[in-house]
């Protein structure tokens, strides 16, 4: 079976073409204005949602990545359409994207499977938090292989073991799916995603849980747990608000990127 596609032609455009040229003009943007870091990266946050207001976030982490020389990637993120306690990994052989199919990681699912005991929920895996990183992987890494976590009810224990059993293995990237905080004014969401950006940047746990309000809290708790653990130090890349495209000011959500190294 096909891990298939949930939310292109919304989250995404459902041609490649479409999509490229995304990914074409977020380059650009930034190699007008920056130096993209000139290091390996293993690790990173990303933001998820549609391409209009979070891809040139995402673009910068993703092109990381493409220089990682890593071609096996882990993707982790939060579910938004069902609960259900802990993790589930995906055990498709493929996922669809209009680049094509990416080949799954049959060796790490049976590692993760057999080491973490993780379990699978079909209904899970019709999530955009994890689906939108997909269509940048493929453009990026033509070659990859790739497997999808997605985690509902889970401590970030849970997902910081995950993480150092991926590390331990020398060859496996990491991609850590989360947005900010939802639909507060402009000026409240900054001062919300400002603890979000320094507890990342700083790995500091104690502040993530001064007010940071990220959907995809259990996981950046997760990884800094394990950047911590294995000596790593956190690296802002972007972060911006919907407000930027959308012109509102008072409903907002906040983006970041990030990597570890």
Do not use: W
Not at 96 to 125: N, Y
Not at 129 to 154: G, N, R
Not at 238 to 249: F, G, I, K, P, V
């Amino acid at each position: 079976m096909n891990r298939e596609m949930s939310v292109n032609g919304s989250f995404y455009p459902a041609s490649a073409d479409d999509i490229q040229k995304y990914f074409e003009y977020f380059t650009k943007v930034y190699d007008d204005n920056y130096t993209l870091p000139n290091t390996k990266t293993r690790a990173v946050i990303v933001p998820h949602a549609g391409y209009v207001f979070s891809g040139y976030t995402a673009n910068i982490a993703h092109r990381m990545l493409e220089h990682s020389g890593i071609k096996r990637f882990v993707v982790i993120g939060p579910s938004h359409r069902v609960a259900f306690h802990g993790v589930s990994i995906c055990p498709y052989e493929k996922y669809d994207t209009p680049f094509g199919s990416i080949e799954s990681d049959q060796e790490i699912v049976k590692m993760l499977q057999e080491q973490l005991q993780l379990s699978f929920f079909p209904q899970a895996h019709h999530e955009h938090s994890t689906e939108v990183q997909f269509p940048f992987l493929k453009y990026y890494i033509p070659d990859i292989k790739l497997v999808e976590l997605v985690y509902s009810s889970a401590y970030s224990d849970t997902i910081s073991g995950i993480i150092d059993f991926l590390l331990q293995q020398q060859d496996i990237g990491i991609i850590i799916s989360t947005d900010l905080s939802h639909f507060y004014t402009l000026k409240e969401a900054n001062t919300l995603d400002e603890i979000c950006v320094e507890a990342i940047e700083n790995l500091d746990i104690t502040k993530l849980h001064q007010g940071c309000e990220a959907c995809g809290m259990i996981g950046v708790e997760g990884m800094i747990k394990s950047a911590k653990k294995s000596g790593l130090h956190g690296h802002i890349l972007d972060y911006r608000t919907s407000a930027e495209m959308s012109h509102d000011e008072q409903s907002v959500v906040g983006y970041v990127s990030a990597y570890f190294e």
